[in-house]
């Protein structure tokens, strides 16, 4: 039975530039819309529904954080991109969650583009796009659906922890984009316990028969997740060497440190393709062994009866005369003769170290 795919392209085959179209399966998920606003003073925390009801805050003068969950929802896409002044192809690319993470510059605003990786349940690695644009006074995320890593955002401004309450909204998408990243150590510190167990079982000599499958799925996440990754240095690089108005020359420096951490991240994941190379081979050598020993087993049998056989086949062919047949202590001889070959033939592979 073949296997059912997602044909998240053909939706967007012969659409006109611009066309907003969620290539996504969360259909199903409603709208919901949290805004955060906030100045060193004072913070407002709300919940919306609708996307008009938080367009008053572009108004305001101090910071404003919306997260937008839902991307089936396009028609809201597409009013706040029309509020915001957004560009039709940036709001198409929202909605494309299958978009290579990017930056995208343009006059008063940024849009970037990253991926956020974490597990689910079956401790299949997911990965979900968050798109960000960063405006004069706002940053505004899309996700596909609740739930993502920016928990530890939420409780900095709630608690004005850090610095995050006194800076501007250049530093605020650095957070954002600082907890993305801080999450990928989390998910390659699984990928090297994963790792380390494979190793384990397979120089243990626990080669369990689904252990090839679990190898290529590991093999398979390490790709999905350079995938994620590797493109994220150039976003961080782009805004460091671009001089945009709306980036504090402060903030950069706080950019860089998210560059070395991807570095970083991106260094363990090379080196874990190495490995799952090498744990490929060690598997496949280890199945080789398992399968030279069996080999051996039986060819030390097969050497050990051939002799026998051969006195068997002998003294078993129907000819009228074999002298040693008619002796009277023929048969106790002959058995003599196989015990004494069995026994030296052991001892000899014993000496050898055959055995």
């Excluded at 004069?136 to 309450?165: C, H, K, P």
């Amino acid at each position: 039975m073949a296997k059912k795919r997602n044909k998240k392209y053909q939706k967007k085959i012969g659409q006109i530039p611009g066309t907003v179209i969620y290539t996504g399966e969360k259909s199903t998920r409603e709208l919901f819309i949290e805004v955060f606003n906030y100045d060193n003073d004072n913070y407002i925390e709300k919940d919306f529904s609708n996307v008009e009801e938080c367009f008053d805050f572009r108004q305001l003068d101090t910071v404003t954080w919306i997260n937008l969950n839902g991307l089936n929802h396009v028609n809201q896409i597409e009013k706040i991109g029309k509020h915001f002044n957004i560009h039709p192809l940036v709001l198409e690319d929202i909605a494309n969650i299958s978009q290579r993470p990017k930056i995208d510059i343009y006059d008063d605003y940024l849009f970037v583009v990253v991926k956020m990786l974490y597990y689910d349940a079956n401790e299949n690695i997911i990965s979900e796009q968050v798109s960000l644009i960063l405006g004069e006074n706002y940053v505004l995320t899309f996700q596909e659906a609740e739930g993502d890593v920016f928990d530890s955002v939420r409780g900095r401004i709630r608690l004005a922890q850090g610095r995050i309450r006194t800076q501007n909204a250049d530093y605020l998408l650095y957070v954002l984009m600082d907890a993305v990243v801080d999450h990928y150590f989390s998910i390659i510190e699984i990928l090297s316990d994963k790792i380390e167990d494979f190793e384990t079982d397979i120089f243990s000599g626990n080669v369990r028969d689904h252990l090839n499958k679990d190898i290529q799925d590991l093999k398979r996440e390490i790709l999905k997740v350079r995938r994620a990754i590797f493109p994220l240095r150039e976003v961080i690089s782009r805004i460091e060497k671009h001089e945009s108005p709306l980036i504090n020359r402060k903030t950069i420096t706080y950019y860089r440190d998210i560059y070395d951490h991807l570095i970083q991240v991106v260094e363990n994941i090379d080196i874990y393709r190495e490995m799952i190379w090498s744990l490929m081979d060690m598997y496949m050598t280890s199945i080789s062994n398992k399968m030279n020993e069996v080999m051996k087993v039986l060819t030390i049998m097969a050497s050990i009866f051939i002799p026998l056989t051969f006195i068997a086949g002998i003294y078993g062919m129907n000819f009228d005369y074999i002298p040693e047949l008619h002796y009277k202590y023929s048969y106790f001889i002959l058995w003599g003769v196989m015990v004494v070959l069995f026994i030296a033939m052991l001892l000899f592979f014993k000496r050898k170290k055959w055995l």
